[in-house]
């Protein structure tokens, strides 16, 4: 079976005092062309999958790193901050406490990391083209590519609202000063609907999961992701109807044992849809900058043990509530550290003991964050930075979906899509259910995968929840991040800033 294999290439950034240099990458001249080497367009598309990886959250850009689980978990109620008052990440207490500013570091390194990512997709699809490769072949490339930036623009609108639709490779610097494509916000509107052309063609170009490599976006991904977006627009036929199609492509299933999901045997599963590779599915030791790092437990008070992290994002009082007693989904989602003064320790599935809460720095972790050192199979072991699939689609997404728009519309039957969810949990089936019961389940079947805070938003109930949660969350503000000023002064001020802000 063949794995991906993520590569990494050289280009030649160009930069103009009045374009965001995110937009300007161009190849370098002189070398190979899809024209002449027809394995460039696959290793072109190889290139933006590995974008997926970009987590440098303080410099060059972050796309799945420390920031992107700071404003789509430790920024929801079903997170807190961590780590420790004084830290001194100001980022991401700011994001936390909803005092950010439009000078936010992480707010910014989440536009310039996903724009790179846009751009090298972009420019894969410019040099697939002119590919001396079969037509089916390339448009099964442009779809993977177009599922892709679909994904990463699905991102952006989430965090920023409407945002630049750069959907072309510029041809030199003055060409992007000119274009005012490249140097001005386009609307919410705009944005989704560039998304969805995107993603129906992947979804018409791509075969289903049996029939693709693995780790590759295929019809089911593009299904599902398709879906999720029509979900939050409120589309409800389509979303339905989408949902439908991958339940009876009898493609997927539930993995039987809710925790083995977030293990490395639980990679590319029966339930995956679509995930980052990372680790020994794509040959090598690579991983997303940090993010097992800064969700690591990490040590405090009597110390003296092998510290897993920095302590950041951990589960809240209000999750662990929220959850029903003997659901099986809440040992497998939340690491308890021992608190019983009887310095019993806390066993992990791999039989690593973390110490008492006289060592440790706070009471709960991130289970799902988890890699084992023992366990898993790592190119290097000895770091604590180690590689960890992440999950962006699972099936019971679509189950979920499925219910929402059933209930909407008053088709199909939600409450069996639901059960069938809740039975793998160790739940006994609800005769009947309301879209509480849906919302409910989402947020419990997700805990801790980055879609709570979206979630919230979509469902007009941000602001209520995070002002009971104790945030400084401001209606009509808070909803979206700041556009960064530094892209607001690199587009000469045609960017125009977010409301509030």
């Given at each position: 079976m063949k794995k991906i294999f993520y590569s990494i290439f050289l280009f030649i950034t160009v930069v103009s005092s009045s374009?965001?240099?995110?937009?300007?990458?161009?190849?370098?001249?002189?070398?190979?062309?899809?024209?002449?080497?027809?394995?460039?367009?696959?290793?072109?598309?190889?290139?933006?999958?590995?974008?997926?990886?970009?987590?440098?959250?303080?410099?060059?850009?972050?796309?799945?790193?420390?920031?992107?689980?700071?404003?789509?978990?430790?920024?929801?109620?079903?997170?807190?901050?961590?780590?420790?008052?004084?830290?001194?990440?100001i980022p991401v207490g700011d994001i936390d406490n909803f005092t950010l500013t439009p000078s936010n570091r992480f707010a910014e390194t989440l536009w310039s990391g996903h724009y790179k990512a846009i751009g090298a997709?972009?420019?894969?699809?410019?040099?697939?083209?002119?590919?001396?490769?079969?037509?089916?072949?390339?448009?099964?490339?442009?779809?993977?590519?177009?599922?892709?930036?679909?994904?990463?623009?699905?991102?952006?609108?989430?965090?920023?609202?409407?945002?630049?639709?750069?959907?072309?490779?510029?041809?030199?610097?003055?060409?992007?000063?000119?274009?005012?494509?490249?140097?001005?916000?386009?609307?919410?509107?705009?944005?989704?609907?560039s998304i969805k052309s995107d993603l129906t063609f992947a979804y018409e170009n791509l075969k289903v999961k049996s029939q693709s490599l693995v780790g590759h976006a295929n019809k089911g991904a593009a299904g599902a992701l398709l879906a999720k977006v029509h979900m939050y627009l409120k589309e409800w036929q389509p979303a339905f109807d989408l949902t439908k199609e991958i339940i009876e492509s009898n493609q997927y299933q539930l993995v039987e044992d809710y925790a083995t999901i977030w293990r490395q045997a639980g990679d590319n599963s029966s339930e995956s849809i679509f995930e980052i590779q990372?680790?020994?599915?794509?040959?090598?030791?690579?991983?997303?900058?940090?993010?097992?790092?800064?969700?690591?437990?990490?040590?405090?008070?009597?110390?003296?043990?092998?510290?897993?992290?920095?302590?950041?994002?951990?589960?809240?009082?209000?999750?662990?509530?929220?959850?029903?007693?003997?659901?099986?989904?809440?040992?497998?989602?939340?690491?308890?550290v021992?608190?019983?003064?009887?310095?019993?320790?806390?066993?992990?599935?791999d039989g690593f003991r973390i110490p008492s809460s006289d060592s440790v720095q706070n009471l709960y972790y991130n289970y799902k964050a988890y890699a084992s050192n023992s366990k898993e199979n790592y190119a290097d072991p000895g770091t604590k930075d180690l590689p960890k699939n992440i999950k962006i689609l699972r099936?019971?997404?679509?189950?979920?979906?499925?219910?929402?728009?059933?209930?909407?519309?008053?088709?199909?039957?939600?409450?069996?899509?639901?059960?069938?969810?809740?039975?793998?949990?160790?739940?006994?089936d609800l005769g009947s259910v309301d879209i509480d019961d849906v919302w409910q389940e989402r947020r419990i079947e997700f805990a801790m995968e980055h879609d709570r805070f979206w979630d919230l938003v979509r469902q007009g109930r941000a602001a209520e929840v995070m002002q009971a949660a104790g945030k400084n969350f401001v209606a009509g503000k808070h909803e979206r991040l700041p556009i960064p000023i530094s892209q607001i002064l690199l587009s000469g001020n045609k960017l125009k800033q977010n409301d509030q802000y």
């Amino acid at each position: 079976m063949k794995k991906i294999f993520y590569s990494i290439f050289l280009f030649i950034t160009v930069v103009s005092s009045s374009c965001s240099d995110q937009f300007l990458d161009v190849p370098v001249q002189g070398g190979p062309t899809t024209s002449s080497d027809p394995k460039l367009a696959e290793r072109l598309v190889t290139g933006v999958y590995n974008s997926m990886l970009q987590g440098d959250s303080w410099g060059n850009g972050d796309v799945h790193g420390f920031a992107f689980l700071t404003v789509t978990s430790i920024i929801s109620d079903d997170a807190d901050k961590g780590s420790t008052a004084g830290d001194q990440q100001i980022p991401v207490g700011d994001i936390d406490n909803f005092t950010l500013t439009p000078s936010n570091r992480f707010a910014e390194t989440l536009w310039s990391g996903h724009y790179k990512a846009i751009g090298a997709a972009n420019k894969a699809l410019e040099a697939l083209e002119t590919a001396s490769i079969s037509e089916e072949e390339k448009n099964k490339l442009k779809g993977e590519v177009r599922f892709l930036r679909g994904y990463f623009y699905f991102n952006l609108v989430r965090m920023y609202g409407g945002v630049p639709l750069v959907l072309r490779v510029p041809r030199d610097a003055a060409d992007a000063n000119s274009d005012l494509a490249f140097q001005t916000r386009a609307t919410e509107e705009q944005v989704y609907t560039s998304i969805k052309s995107d993603l129906t063609f992947a979804y018409e170009n791509l075969k289903v999961k049996s029939q693709s490599l693995v780790g590759h976006a295929n019809k089911g991904a593009a299904g599902a992701l398709l879906a999720k977006v029509h979900m939050y627009l409120k589309e409800w036929q389509p979303a339905f109807d989408l949902t439908k199609e991958i339940i009876e492509s009898n493609q997927y299933q539930l993995v039987e044992d809710y925790a083995t999901i977030w293990r490395q045997a639980g990679d590319n599963s029966s339930e995956s849809i679509f995930e980052i590779q990372t680790g020994e599915f794509n040959n090598a030791n690579l991983n997303i900058n940090n993010y097992t790092t800064a969700q690591g437990v990490r040590v405090g008070g009597k110390g003296g043990w092998d510290d897993l992290g920095w302590g950041f994002n951990n589960p809240s009082t209000s999750l662990i509530a929220a959850y029903e007693p003997d659901d099986l989904r809440k040992n497998a989602t939340i690491i308890f550290v021992d608190n019983s003064g009887e310095h019993h320790g806390t066993i992990l599935w791999d039989g690593f003991r973390i110490p008492s809460s006289d060592s440790v720095q706070n009471l709960y972790y991130n289970y799902k964050a988890y890699a084992s050192n023992s366990k898993e199979n790592y190119a290097d072991p000895g770091t604590k930075d180690l590689p960890k699939n992440i999950k962006i689609l699972r099936y019971a997404e679509v189950l979920l979906i499925n219910a929402e728009a059933g209930l909407e519309l008053g088709q199909g039957d939600p409450t069996a899509r639901v059960n069938e969810v809740r039975e793998r949990a160790g739940l006994d089936d609800l005769g009947s259910v309301d879209i509480d019961d849906v919302w409910q389940e989402r947020r419990i079947e997700f805990a801790m995968e980055h879609d709570r805070f979206w979630d919230l938003v979509r469902q007009g109930r941000a602001a209520e929840v995070m002002q009971a949660a104790g945030k400084n969350f401001v209606a009509g503000k808070h909803e979206r991040l700041p556009i960064p000023i530094s892209q607001i002064l690199l587009s000469g001020n045609k960017l125009k800033q977010n409301d509030q802000y």
